[in-house]
């Protein structure tokens, strides 16, 4: 499988994840306070997704610059 296949998978993944910890957080809030681990877990998807997102969106300049 190609290297940009398999991180394009990945980014999906990531924002499936990032969505239920958001929608987890709003639920959460409905009862009141929420603890800070669930206040703070759509912070690593949120970091991977731009990391991922960043090279995906680079991907056309590099190969337009190298080939």
Known sequence: MNWNKSLRQV????SIIFT???AANFATM????P???IVYS????LFLLLFTGLYLFALPY??????
């Open 42 to 45: 759509p912070l690593l998807p």
């Open 20 to 22: 239920l910890t958001v």
């Open 62 to 67: 590099m190969a337009k610059r190298g080939g």
């Open 35 to 37: 603890p800070a681990w």
């Open 11 to 14: 980014h999906r993944w990531i």
């Open 30 to 33: 409905a009862f009141g306070q």
